[in-house]
Structure formats: structure tokens, C-alpha cells
């Protein structure tokens, strides 16, 4: 009898992850690893704009579901609120999702949308400005360092609240890939440990 209720009482205090992401899904892998023998958070599902987004491939092998939405269901929210709500959803999670979030989305999950960006926000934010692009504005600009902003969704595009920022330099010679892989290894470092401690510490 005390084990059933230890078990039921357990049960109910996981807080489950849906990842959103477009592309390759590098990072949703990465979060997906670091939580796998977590047992309070884990990753429950992963959520994609794009059918044959290499995500898919990568949330198989890691055995999580996936579901794959068109445009419209992820612009229009309603739907997806059902979703998510019915899956008991506690965080979204933005790992390369190129999609605006509606205001919907935003408010059905309040604080609780954390999205990732791969330059020092407020610098090269807004639309258009992701993946390459970010990092070729970057290598144009002639700046000397860029990094990551991992903050809240709001109804802006890459304006709510900062939770966490690191840097890298960046030398003459680097190309836009050199910046894009120094980038990555920020995110694969960083991204999963700020998830966990922004839902700790709510
Ligand atoms: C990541 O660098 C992420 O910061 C960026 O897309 C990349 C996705 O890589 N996100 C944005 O540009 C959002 N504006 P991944 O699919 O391999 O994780």
C-alpha cells in the first residue's frame, strides 16, 4: 500500500519538456541526453513545423515522440494548447524553432516558454535573424564577440526576459562556420543546465 502511494506521489511530480524545433535539432538531442536519467524532468515530446526535419530522425533514435504540425496549427495555438494540455505539458522548450509563438501559446503557458538565441541579444534579434543568417551578420559586423541569450517568450520576437547569456570571441579569421561551431558548443554546454535551473528555481 506505501509503496503504490510512493509510487503514485512520484508519478505526479514529473515536469514534462515539449521541445520545438525546425531543423536539425542538435540542441533537442543534446536537451533530450542530458535529462534522460532525470527523474523529475524529462523530455516528453518533440514538436516540428517541418515534415522532414532532421529532428525526426534524431527524436526516433532517442525513442521520444514526435509530431509534426503544419504552419498554421503552431500560428494558430488553439489546437496545439489542447495538445500540449492534454500531454500535461509543463515547459516549451524553443530549440531552433523558427515559428512565432502566439499570444495564446504565450498566455496558456505563462513563464513557462523558454527559447534560445545564437547571438548576445539584444544585437542581432527579430525576424529573419536565426541559424546562419545570425551568424553571417556576426562575421560582417566585425564584432569581436557574440554568444548565446537563452530567455522568456513573449509576444516579441527575441525580447523577454534574459535568463542567461555567455560569450565567445571571435577572431578575423574565424568564418561564419568557425562562429556557428563555437555557438553550438555554448549551447550544448549551457542550454540544458539553464533549463534545469530556471525550473528549479520557480
Ligand atoms: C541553434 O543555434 C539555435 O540557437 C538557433 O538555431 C540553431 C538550431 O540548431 N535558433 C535560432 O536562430 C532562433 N532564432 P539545432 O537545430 O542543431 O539545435
New binding site residues.
Partial sequence: MLTQFYIISMSNTIIKLAIF??????????IALYFANNNQIKVDSIYTNKKD???VERAKKLGIKSYYYPKDVFTGGTELIKILKNKEIDYII?????LKIPNNIINAFQNKIL?????LLPKF?GKG???D??HKAVKTSGDKESG?TIHVVNEH??EGTIVFQAKCNISESDSYTDI?NK??KL?YDN?PKVIKSFIKQE
Avoid at 21 to 30: Q, R, V
Fill in positions: 524545433a525546425s531543423g536539425n535539432g542538435s540542441n533537442a538531442e543534446n526535419a532532421y529532428v524553443l530549440a531552433g524553432f523558427l527559447n534560445i538565441h545564437p547571438a534579434g535573424m536565426y541559424g543568417n545570425v548565446i520576437y527575441d556557428a555557438i553550438h549551447e542550454f
